[in-house]
T-cell receptor, first 113, second 111 residues
Framework: ETGVTQTPRHLVMGMTNKKSLKCEQH?????MYWYKQSAKKPLELMFV???????ENNSVPSRFSPECPNSSHLFLHLHTLQPEDSALYLC????????????FGSGTRLTVV | DQQVKQNSPSLSVQEGRISILNCDYT??????FLWYKKYPAEGPTFLIS?????DKNEDGRFTVFLNKSAKHLSLHIVPSQPGDSAVYFC??????????FGAGTRLFVKA
C-alpha cells in the first residue's frame, strides 16, 4: 500500500480507556507528524519526528504520548482523555525540511465519551 | 494569536469562472507558503506552494500570488470545475518542521 495509512479510521473510547492510533508511510520519508483538527478550528501541530527523533512537542498534554519506532511508523498513545479531546487526528509525512509538501493520511476520527 | 487568517469560511463560484481564495498572515518570518485541498473523509493534499522570494507561482489551472508587503497571498483557480469543490487551507511554513494551517475556506463550484 502506498501513501500514508492511518488506523483505525474511527475510534470511540471512554475517559478511562487506553488506546493507540497508528500511522504508517511507505514513501521513504524521514519526517512524520501528528496534527489535531477540532471542529471549526485550524489544524494544530502536535508532534514532529525527524529520523525517529522527536523535534517538536507543541505543548501537548501528557495524556497524549507519541512513539516513533522507525521512520515508517508513528503511534499516538492515548490515556485518560477528556471529551474535548474528540477530534480528527491526522498523521503526515515529508521528505525532511527541504520538501515542504506534506503527505497526509485520511485521519482517525476520535470520540471520547 | 492567529498567525494565519482565511477570512472567508466559504465561497461559491459558477463552473468555468475564476475562484479566488485569500489568506492573510502576520509573521514576516514565514519562508514558504503552501496551499492544501481537503475532501470530506480524506486528509489534506498538497496543491501548490510559493517561496517567499517569489510573487507568483503557476501550475496549470492554479496560480498563487504573494504580496509580502501586505502579508497577503491568494490562490486563483481558473477555470473552476465542480471537482474543485473542497476545503482549501493556506499553510505558511516557519522553518524547521513547523507548518501553520489557516482555518480553511470551503469552495463550492456549481455546475
Amino acid at each position: 500500500e502506498t501513501g500514508v495509512t492511518q488506523t483505525p479510521r474511527h475510534l470511540v473510547m471512554g475517559m478511562t480507556n487506553k488506546k493507540s492510533l497508528k500511522c504508517e508511510q511507505h514513501l521513504g520519508h524521514n519526517a512524520m507528524y501528528w496534527y489535531k483538527q477540532s471542529a471549526k478550528k485550524p489544524l494544530e501541530l502536535m508532534f514532529v519526528y525527524n529520523f525517529k527523533e522527536q523535534t517538536e512537542n507543541n505543548s501537548v498534554p501528557s495524556r497524549f504520548s507519541p512513539e516513533c519506532p522507525n521512520s515508517s511508523h508513528l503511534f499516538l498513545h492515548l490515556h485518560t482523555l477528556q471529551p474535548e479531546d474528540s477530534a480528527l487526528y491526522l498523521c503526515a509525512s515529508s521528505q525532511g525540511i527541504l520538501n515542504y509538501g506534506y503527505t497526509f493520511g485520511s485521519g482517525t476520527r476520535l470520540t471520547v465519551v | 494569536d492567529q498567525q494565519v487568517k482565511q477570512n472567508s469560511p466559504s465561497l461559491s463560484v459558477q463552473e468555468g469562472r475564476i475562484s479566488i481564495l485569500n489568506c492573510d498572515y502576520t509573521n514576516s518570518m514565514f519562508d514558504y507558503f503552501l496551499w492544501y485541498k481537503k475532501y470530506p473523509a480524506e486528509g489534506p493534499t498538497f496543491l501548490i506552494s510559493i517561496s517567499s522570494i517569489k510573487d507568483k507561482n503557476e501550475d496549470g489551472r492554479f496560480t498563487v500570488f504573494l504580496n509580502k508587503s501586505a502579508k497577503h497571498l491568494s490562490l486563483h483557480i481558473v477555470p473552476s470545475q465542480p471537482g474543485d469543490s473542497a476545503v482549501y487551507f493556506c499553510a505558511p511554513h516557519t522553518g524547521g518542521f513547523k507548518t501553520i494551517f489557516g482555518a480553511g475556506t470551503r469552495l463550492f463550484v456549481k455546475a
